[in-house]
């Protein structure tokens, strides 16, 4: 199992361009997650999924759109990039909401 | 509304105990997460408390008191490779699904 992967490990993007941050799991998850994490502070929910076809917004969700087509896939889009997303970027997904989330290894996004 | 507060940083000595602790105000609980992070890297999963009492995992413990919205991790024998974020994360009940929110994490430095 490669558990949850991600990509691209970094990107720099200038102000107003668009890009899909991907990630996929094996682990047949039904749920998945999207966090941003700025400097020294906690992780904060942009999106989430209970299963293919079902998205939701979490606490953070403007400037971000996602959708899930399969269960293992999962990705994040930014329309018009602005410098306030310049953040680490992780999916997660877990089994089942009593179960602990596991984390890819993160996407590091500047917005210049 | 939804808060979770944990201290910034704590210093420990290497082989000593620690404790860091949580408090959380949710308008409905339904189980509190604790996940390492160290620098540069995903979070991973620790522990899992839903119901009052100690979780014992090694030299990892975590306790929960649901009364008093209060939680703690105690780290035991500390070692050098324990220096790393600690996150603190609540899930809501009637959350379906399973959002997650995290305190902004407390950064433990372990001292030879």
């Known amino acids: 199992n490669a558990g949850v992967t991600q990509t691209p490990k970094f990107r720099i993007l200038k102000i107003g361009q668009s890009m899909t941050l991907q990630c996929a799991q094996d682990m047949n998850h039904n749920y998945m997650y999207w966090y941003r994490q700025d400097p020294g502070m906690g992780l904060k929910l942009i999106y989430y999924s209970v299963g293919a076809g079902i998205t939701d917004k979490g606490e953070v969700p403007n400037g971000y759109n996602v959708s899930r087509s399969t269960t293992e896939d999962f990705p994040l889009r930014l329309e018009l990039a602005a410098p306030s997303q310049t953040s680490v970027y992780f999916c997660?997904?877990?089994?089942?909401?009593?179960?602990?989330?596991?984390f890819g290894p993160g996407t590091r996004l500047t917005v210049t | 509304g939804q808060n979770i507060d944990q201290p910034t940083e704590m210093t420990a000595t290497e082989g000593a105990i620690v404790q860091i602790n949580c408090t959380y105000q949710t308008s409905g609980f339904n189980g509190l997460f604790w996940y390492q992070q160290h620098a540069g890297e995903a979070p991973t999963f620790l522990s899992y408390n839903v119901l009052d009492g100690l979780e014992e995992k090694g030299r990892f413990s975590s306790f929960l008191s649901r009364s008093k919205g209060y939680s703690y991790l105690l780290l035991k024998e500390l070692q050098m490779k324990d220096s790393a974020s600690y996150l603190c994360a609540v899930r809501d009940r009637g959350n379906q699904g399973g959002k997650l929110i995290f305190g902004q994490g407390t950064e433990l430095s372990v001292k030879p």
């Open positions: 997660a997904s877990s089994y089942s909401i009593r179960e602990e989330q596991y």
